[in-house]
């Protein structure tokens, strides 16, 4: 991995870049830690604040409203903050809502401690993806991979970390507080970290010619979608496999895993892919695999193992797909923090929405109707992209491709 944080084939980063990358990664493992924490933890939740499943997948819609709140904020304070003294400030206010959250017995109370948690985590989502880009430029490509494959291991830790604590009788209280606690101290040293220097494009400059104001709705719009795919299928799996008995608590949350460590996976794959192929070409093999992986689990709705094999394909799949995405841009405009923070608005918006239509159906019709949904999803993901690779060129330079 010091390979990753030291050098790749578009170019060499030096120890105030190597530091700082490790910053941003040892955050968004702390980011996925508490991420995929909710899926498994649902009928936990349900069950303490006594209320069905169609009723508690509320609380992906309020996490990801405050995410959207987070990403707005966020996008700003970067361009005018320290940015390591807001995302320190972030991780320590997320250590605090996982302390709060499996304490409160009302669901109305857990909606608004999920939209505070949903707002911490947003602004601290736009910072890292922001800051490395600031950091590393036009060589960010192979980075930005590495960002989120550690997104991966936290994410992928997460189910395993709760499955533990179910299995050994903490519950979810014991869970939520041992995920917080692991994010503190990370919050902590970024505060004492120097950050790097603000990029100063004013991106509503319409002589700028580097920012598309078009090309950034597009882009938003297929973060709604792929977002809502990504967040409705890792929230939902857990609980599709309880509904449909394939699976039992514990088998479910290592299905959960399994979905997540094959997401990991997929994102160390596409660290050196990256360097290789243009950002369009992997974009196409994530959303065909990603079809595929679907359909495996629809063609088998009442296997196991073809459930297994769709979750593990589905995770792989769409690994590189958020990051990748984020290096299209960066080849088409100049990325600042307003810039991110409309990506993130619409990644907010499909996590918000998707997941919860996908509870609705879930209850009203039957468990595999979230699985339609989600290729539903990664269709209209696919004709938005082809409308983008139809609209937009690369402005810069493709460092290994």
């Keep these: ?32 830690l508490i991420n995929a924490s909710l899926g498994p933890t649902l009928p936990g939740l349900a069950e303490r604040t006594h209320t069905q499943i169609g009723e508690i997948g509320f609380l992906f819609t309020a996490r990801s409203f405050g995410y959207l709140i987070g990403s707005l904020i966020g996008g700003r304070l970067y361009d005018r903050v320290p940015g390591h003294r807001v995302m320190g400030l972030m991780l320590i206010a997320v250590t605090i809502m996982m302390g709060i959250a499996p304490l409160v017995p009302l669901l109305w109370l857990l909606t608004l401690a999920l939209l505070a948690l949903g707002v911490a985590e947003g602004a601290v989502d736009v910072g890292g993806n922001t800051l490395l880009v600031w950091v590393h430029r036009e060589k960010v490509g192979p980075f930005m991979n590495g960002l989120h494959f550690f997104f991966g291991v936290g ?26 606690l692991l994010v503190l101290p990370i919050g902590l040293w970024l505060l004492r970290l120097p950050s790097p220097a603000v990029q100063t494009t004013n991106v509503d400059d319409p002589s700028n010619g580097r920012v598309n104001h078009l090309l950034v709705v597009l882009i938003g719009l297929f973060f709604f979608l792929y977002a809502g795919a990504e967040i409705g299928f890792g929230g939902w799996i857990f609980t599709y496999a309880l509904k449909t008995n394939l699976a039992d608590e514990a088998m479910a949350a290592y299905l959960n895993a399994g979905f997540w460590g094959a997401f990991t996976l997929g994102r160390l794959l596409a660290i050196p892919i990256a360097t290789r192929l243009r950002p369009r070409a992997i974009l196409s093999i994530d959303l065909i695999g990603g079809l595929v992986s679907v359909g495996l689990i629809l063609l088998g709705a009442n296997s196991l193992l073809l459930t297994w094999l769709g979750t593990l394909g589905f995770g792989l799949a769409l690994a590189s797909t958020f990051p990748t995405t984020l290096s299209f841009a960066e080849r088409r405009m100049t990325i600042t923090g307003q810039v991110t923070s409309w990506f ?5 918006l499909g996590a918000m929405f998707w997941p919860w239509l996908m509870g609705q159906l879930f209850e009203a019709i039957a468990p595999i109707a979230m699985m339609i949904t989600i290729a539903g999803v990664l269709m209209a993901a696919f004709a938005v992209f082809l409308v983008l690779m139809s609209f937009s060129k690369a402005t810069k330079p493709i460092a290994g491709a």
């Design 344 to 348: 993130f608005v619409g990644a907010s």
């Design 155 to 180: 994410a992928f830790l997460s189910p395993i970390i709760v499955a533990q604590a179910m299995l050994r009788g903490g519950g979810i209280l014991a869970a939520y507080w041992a995920l917080g």
């Design 1 to 32: 991995m010091s390979r990753l944080l030291t050098s790749t084939k578009a170019g060499a980063a030096n120890p105030d870049q190597m530091t700082k990358t490790i910053g941003y990664y040892v955050a968004f493992v702390a980011l996925g």
